[in-house]
């Protein structure tokens, strides 16, 4: 992965990241948080998508990791989390819908 194909917006939001838990995290945190990922405009390159994969955090940071998802699925070709090990609960409903999406 050559970092310089990496948009700065992307390394800015994960510069924050990863997402907290709703229950430790700041409102200066979550209005950060919120700002970076909305600069985020898709289509997500492949090689950006993976490193968004490790953004998430343990629930779903009200409601960011639902943009997370939106983005990473954004990615051209096959879905990036069939290229990604892991298996975190983000991880693996990413996984679920690409099966639902006949992957």
Known sequence: MDASQIRQ?????????????EGDASVVQMEALEQALLRITPPLTRDEAVLLVGAFGPDGCYGLALGLVSLIESAPGDPVVLDVSGDDTWVQRLRQRARNGGW
Do not use: T
Request: aromatic residues 8%.
């Open 9 to 21: 917006e992307i390394n800015d939001f994960l510069s924050l990241a990863p997402l907290p838990a």
